[in-house]
C-alpha cells in the first residue's frame, strides 16, 4: 500500500469516527429538549440567578445557561450550562418535598461519570464531570457548597 493509500484510509477512518461521535453525542441528549424560557435568568428574584451570582463569587464561571426540560427530572423550572467544564442542570420546584423526590432520577443523569445530585430548599442541581475538568473535585465541593449555602438562605 502506498503512502497516499495509507493516507486516504486514515483520513477516512478518521470521519467515520468524528461522524459516529456526533451520532453518539446528538443521541445522549434526546431526553432533553430545549423549551421556551420558564423565567428570566436577569431576574434578580430568581432562584438560578442568585445560585449563579453565588457561583460567581466563589470564583467559578457559569456560562452557557439556557432553559431546558427534562422529563425524568418533572414538572420542574430547570437551566443547563457549564460552570468551569462542568456540566451542571439547575432546576426550581414548587416544593421542597417536589425537588427531594427527583434525587434519584437526578443521580441517573450522571451515569458512570464524576458527579453529585444535591437538593436544597426547592433547588435541585446535577453537576457532572464527563470530561475530567475537575480531577481532584475541588471545584465540584466548591460549586455544590456554594449551590446549598444560597439555597438555604433564600428559603429562610
Known amino acids: ?27 445522549s441528549d434526546s431526553k432533553a429538549t430545549a423549551v421556551d ?22 470564583d467559578l464561571d457559569p456560562g452557557g445557561f439556557a432553559p431546558i426540560e427534562v422529563s425524568s427530572l418533572g414538572d420542574a423550572t430547570c437551566d443547563r450550562g457549564a460552570v468551569d ?23 441517573k443523569l450522571i451515569g458512570d461519570a464524576t458527579g453529585a445530585a444535591l437538593v436544597a430548599g426547592e433547588s435541585l442541581v446535577v453537576v ?15 460549586l455544590l457548597n456554594s449551590f446549598r449555602e444560597t439555597a438555604i438562605a433564600r428559603a429562610q
Open 85 to 107: 467544564g462542568l456540566e451542571v442542570i439547575l432546576c426550581s420546584y414548587e416544593t421542597a418535598s417536589a425537588a427531594a423526590e427527583r434525587t434519584g432520577a437526578a443521580q
Open 1 to 27: 500500500m502506498t503512502q497516499t493509500a495509507k493516507t486516504s484510509a486514515a483520513i477516512g477512518c478518521l470521519l467515520i469516527i468524528v461522524i459516529i461521535a456526533v451520532a453518539i453525542a446528538s443521541s
Open 128 to 142: 457532572v464531570d464527563r470530561n475530567v475538568a475537575d480531577r481532584d473535585g475541588k471545584r465540584i465541593n466548591t
Open 37 to 58: 424560557p420558564p423565567f428570566d435568568l436577569a431576574d434578580p428574584a430568581s432562584p438560578q440567578t442568585a445560585i449563579l451570582d453565588a457561583w460567581r463569587d466563589a
